[in-house]
C-alpha cells in the first residue's frame, strides 16, 4: 500500500498499535548525508572519565528497580490485599513494572468474583487497553461464544483476569522479567478470587502459572493448582487469538472445553 492511501487517522492508530508514543521531529532528515559531512578524517580516541559521586548519586537514583527488588516488592504489595478490591488499588499504585508506563488502562478482571471457574489469559491487547477489561476485542468474543457453548457466560459462572494487568507495546510477548514481576499480584487474585476450577488460556499464562511449556503439548490435561490455601483443579487451553489464526485447532479447544463441562458437572 503506498503511503499517500494512508490517511493520517490511519496512520496514528497503526503507531499507537505498535506502542509509538512520541515523534522525534517534525520534519525528515538526511541523516547519513549528515553524518559524512560532520564526520572528521580521523575519528578521535574516547577516553574513559569515572563519573563523579555526584553523577553516580544521580544515575542511581534515576534508575528503575532491578528486576528482582520489583518482584519482591510485588510480592509484598500484593500479600497485604485482603480482599479484590484492595488488590486493584495496591496494583493502580504499584510502580515496579514498566508496562505501566505505556499502557492507557489497567485491566484487572471481568466476571463474576464468585463464579466456581477463573479464566487466566496472556495479557491486555489493543481493545481491552482502551477498555480497561480482560478479552472484549476479537479473541473476547470468541472466548464468550466458547463459554457459552458449554452453558457458561462470564456474568454470572466465570472470573476473568490475565497474567499480565497492562498491555505490552505492539500486542508483544511478554518478557520473563515483567511476567516475574507481576506474578504475585495474579496469584494473589487468584488465591483471593478462591475458584474450583483454573483455566489458563495460552503459553505465557500456562508457563506461569502451571510451569508448563508448550501449549499444544500441555493444554487439555487436568494439573493441580495450589492457591496459597488449598489445591484446586487446573487446565490449559489454547488462546482465542491463536484459534482465529489457526481456525483448524478449534476442535482442540473444543475438548478442552468438554473436559471443563465434564469436571463442572462433578462439582
Known sequence: MSFDAISAAELIAWYAEMGVTEALDETPHDHFAAAAELAPARQPVARLVPPTPQAAGRSAAAAPAPPDEAALSARALAREATTLDELKTALASFEGCPLKASAKSLVFADGNPAGKVMVVGEAPGADEDRAGLPFVGRSGQLLDRMLAAIGLNRQEHVYIANLLPWRPPGNRTPTPQEVAICLPFIQRQIELADPDILVCIGGPSAQGLLGVSGILASRG????????????????????AY?????????????????????????
Open 221 to 240: 490435561r487436568w494439573r493441580e493448582y495450589d492457591t496459597g490455601t488449598r489445591t484446586i483443579r487446573a487446565i490449559a487451553t489454547l488462546h482465542p
Open 243 to 267: 484459534l482465529l489464526r489457526q481456525p483448524l485447532q478449534k476442535r482442540l479447544a473444543w475438548r478442552d472445553l468438554r473436559a471443563l463441562k465434564a469436571a463442572l458437572d462433578t462439582l
